[in-house]
């Protein structure tokens, strides 16, 4: 089998093994949700933090919970980095700097997983463990409950209650994302992912000499970064060491992980608000827009010009030859579509084009399936927009599920959309126009564009992921980029859930003649249309600069 057949056979098993899990999984995490019933070991929780599970909270009470639970995480991840040097299990590193450890924090509790440290070189065993895995649980859980949230305003009416933030928070970690992330741990170790607490060692070279290599709890944590759409790598080279990802079966399990809740909780939602149908067009969306840039991906990274190209059967600079072409655009495409950042490649190494795919993916608001929870609420964000646009060509007041799309939904809308693009692109023009970051870049012209343009990229929405060649650790930076992950993250839910509440209030409109079919067909390709053209206008100079210059070099 040639690469490309390889490479196709691939993407046709894992949409295959998608399929086979997205209604049992789906239906339950609706469950989860909807049930009334605390677990003996939620109720032990509830009391250690004193919350009331069964009290409904209004919109603003529920950020107040999401902003409160985040603000302790950063608080306590940042402390835990600063006094390292005095923790038991430190291998010997040294405390993480300010700057470096704030940009860890944040990166960490918004589910972004930026690093700006080689983690094999800068964190021990207590900071790895206690710290960064932990978030990688509770970040992912805050982002499932506002999605939840926002199906509630839906799916209620008459009432501003969404929930209670403690009780989704708990369910998420305990019934989701811990029994799943274990059983991929178990397969992840059976396949030759590295899991022990070992300390430094050395380790000889087939050249001879030898090199240092300290262990860790790798399976478990490479198991829910990519559950959790977080991405953080315990190793530098992430999901291109063999530690974390041996072998090309465990590259495709691990895409697998990357996609199955994104894409499964669009049958929560669907379930949710009493129409499966609807959850569909949302999958249908969302795969459309998935497939069809793992096929762009494909096809630029085949593309042979030049013998070296042709003799490799693919641009293989940067790629892991056990993984090959097909494998690497795979997982860069579904990384970079959701707010994962974990890479089995090096997207500074991919062709210009391809790099600019990337780069497009996470533009689009990483919404196809996007991350956990993020991914399902930034879809709905957009439907609004294009049930908006419908009701301006028809001339009628705009109406999705049951609701009225008035003016106060509207704005909230258009504040959500228009968060991160503004990140990006002040902070990228920032950075290039002051005089002393431009030292970090390595590269110069378009290229050394596209790596700034990406690095606020990827920490805007909340992705991780990174160009190789800028220099990231820098006080310039690490504050930067920090803030830019804080703003990404908690400015959005602001909008999201006031939107929710806004809905949970009003009274449902009966479906009529001239309502528009939102569980149809023509309304997924009205959505697609809607999230490029939204995004195609707000980067495309930005992108013209960068990758398509480049890639038309």
Sequence with gaps: MGPVLAGVAQLLALMAALALVYVPLGSYMARVYSSDRHWRVERWIYKGIGANPDAEMRWAAYLRGVLAFSAAGVLFLYLLQRLQGSLPGSLGFSSIAPAQAFNTAASFVTNTNWQSYSGEQAMGHVVQTAGLAVQNFVSAAVGMAVAVALVRGFARSRTGELGNFWADLVRGTVRVLVPVAAVAAVVLVACGALQNFSGIHEVGQFMGGSQAWN??????????????????????????????????????????????????????????????????????????????????????????????????????????????????????????????????????SFTGLGGGITMLGMMLGEIAP??????????????????????????????YLGKKIGSREIKLAACYILITPALVLVFTSASLALPTPPHSMLNSGAHGFSEVLYAFTSASNNNGSAFAGLNANTDWFNTTTGLAM?????????????????????????????????????????????????????????LALGPLAEGLA
Excluded at 293 to 300: I, N
Excluded at 372 to 392: P, Q, T
Excluded at 505 to 514: D, K, L, M, S, Y
């Design 370 to 399: 996007g991350g956990v929870g993020s991914g399902l609420y930034g879809m709905l964000i957009m439907a609004i927009i294009a049930v908006f646009i419908a009701g301006l060509m028809v001339g009628r007041t705009p109406e």
């Design 486 to 542: 804080l703003l990404g993250r908690f400015l959005p839910m602001i909008f999201v859930l006031a939107l929710a509440g806004s809905l949970a209030g009003q009274r449902p409109v009966p479906a009529t003649a001239g309502t528009l079919r939102t569980e149809k067909p023509l309304f997924s390709g009205l959505l697609v249309g809607a999230i490029l053209i939204v995004t195609g206008l707000t980067y495309f100079p930005a």
């Design 215 to 348: 262990g860790g709890a790798v399976a478990s944590q490479e198991a829910i970064k990519e559950l959790g759409t977080n991405g953080g790598g315990y190793f530098n080279a992430n999901s291109a060491h063999p530690f974390e990802n041996p072998t090309p079966f465990t590259n495709l399990f691990e895409i697998f992980l990357i996609l199955v809740i994104p894409l499964s909780l669009t049958r929560t939602f669907g379930v949710m608000v009493g129409s499966v149908k609807q959850g569909y067009a949302i999958l249908a969306t969302m795969v459309t827009i998935w497939a069809g840039f793992a096929a762009l991906m494909m096809w630029t990274e085949f593309a042979h010009h030049g013998p070296a190209l042709q003799a490799a059967g693919g641009a293989m600079e940067g790629k892991e030859a056990r993984f090959g072409v097909g494998a690497s655009s795979i997982f860069a495409v579904s990384t970079t579509l959701t707010s994962t950042g974990a890479v089995d490649s090096f997207h500074s």
